[in-house]
């Protein structure tokens, strides 16, 4: 018997971005771009930055300034709540991501910022629900192929990314086969 080489993939690390590969089943992660925000020894948590629901933050949040911020479904976790990022580091209790990337803070302090003008939505995001993944789960759905581990790009936006094609656009940077997945229909079906 010969062994088959495997193309193992690089952990994981939080900044990172994580592609689904072109066929992979469940709903929620179809053609998605996650921002993974944590990844540690107790698991990991993104949010799915290329899936912007029709709706704004002043229709789903009472007293918030009359802003239009779209809103994106982050994942199928606590899609009760709110989760945000942005780019100042000056917010209380904020969890920085990667290089002027920040996760969550004091909501009022933005209120606030976006209040007085000192912060404005081109540099904040805002998602309903989270994808989250016990220890060694996500690892082991990149070792089952699920997932395409990217680092950022240098020119990457978290803050621009609301449009479809931001997957195709991601997976054909790779190159090789990836660049042949990126042309894949949804639905093989219809190739």
Not at 56 to 84: A, C, H, S, W
């Amino acid at each position: 018997m010969i062994p088959l080489k495997i193309n193992k993939q690089p952990s994981p690390e939080k900044g990172d971005l994580l592609l689904s590969e072109p066929f992979l089943t469940d709903n929620n992660f179809s053609r998605a771009v996650i921002l993974l925000c944590e990844h540690n020894d107790e698991g990991s948590f993104g949010l799915i930055l290329n899936n912007t629901l029709e709706i704004d933050l002043d229709e789903l949040v009472t007293d918030f300034p009359e802003v239009k911020i779209p809103v994106g479904f982050g994942g199928p976790v606590e899609r009760n709540q709110l989760f945000y990022i942005h780019r100042n580091a000056s917010i209380n209790g904020s969890a920085e991501i990667s290089t002027n990337l920040y996760l969550g803070g004091d909501y009022m302090e933005i209120k606030r910022m976006i209040s007085d003008n000192e912060m404005t939505p081109e540099n904040l995001r805002f998602f309903i629900g989270y994808t989250g993944w016990s220890k060694g789960q996500l690892q082991s759905e990149i070792d089952e192929l699920s997932w395409v581990v990217m680092k950022k790009p240098e020119n990457f936006s978290a803050f621009s990314t609301i449009d479809d094609s931001l997957w195709r656009e991601l997976i054909s940077q790779l190159g090789g086969k990836y660049r042949l997945m990126a042309d894949y229909p949804l639905n093989p079906a219809d190739n």
